[in-house]
């Protein structure tokens, strides 16, 4: 079993390595936190709550779904507001509240970004019959819920001993965990 787990590491590793990969899954939702410096991926996360809801939502209902500040809320529906992307209504129940709902144009730029997720999906796992799709979904989510069960840091010699670039030719990096 050792050489064929090593082999599936292996495995991972190659497809880990491949930058078109690791750049279109980043920037799926749930990917990575708040977003970086410009907060780009928290305007997605923010953008595609947005298009799942056709009433809108408050900025205390975006804040909890998101699990996110509501300042950190404010800031990024001020910035897609900026560039036309959302807009802010009142809110017919509570006049101390407004609505935050897609424009037009947030609609527009948010279906061009899901067809393109569609488009990659469909070339990345389309000449996987839908048999396989399902296998591979049912093991990946297999192997995700036996991720979060493993303690890392115990399959780890003392971090100071592991080498800086590389593991003596061996094409090994040092682990980020």
Excluded at 7 to 12: A, I, N, T, Y
Excluded at 13 to 34: D, I, T, Y
Aim: charge should be negative.
């Amino acid at each position: 079993m050792t050489e064929s787990s090593r082999d599936l590491l292996k495995s991972f590793g190659k497809l880990l390595q491949n930058r078109a990969f690791l750049m279109a899954v980043s920037h799926q939702p749930g990917m990575g936190e708040h977003g970086g410096p410009g907060g780009g991926r928290g305007q997605m996360r923010l953008l595609q709550l947005l298009s799942q809801s056709t009433t809108g939502l408050t900025n205390a209902e975006i804040a909890e779904i998101l699990d996110i500040r509501p300042s950190s809320v404010s800031a990024t529906i001020s910035r897609l507001v900026d560039m036309g992307l959302a807009e802010r209504l009142p809110n017919p129940t509570d006049k101390r509240a407004v609505i935050v709902k897609l424009s037009d144009r947030g609609k527009e730029m948010f279906d061009q970004y899901d067809k393109r997720v569609d488009d990659w999906s469909d070339k990345l796992f389309g000449d996987l019959s839908a048999e396989e799709q399902a296998q591979l979904e049912h093991l990946l989510t297999k192997l995700n819920h036996h991720v979060d069960d493993v303690n890392w840091h115990d399959m780890m010699p003392d971090n100071h001993h592991w080498p800086h670039h590389g593991m003596g030719g061996m094409g090994m990096g040092r682990p980020h965990f």
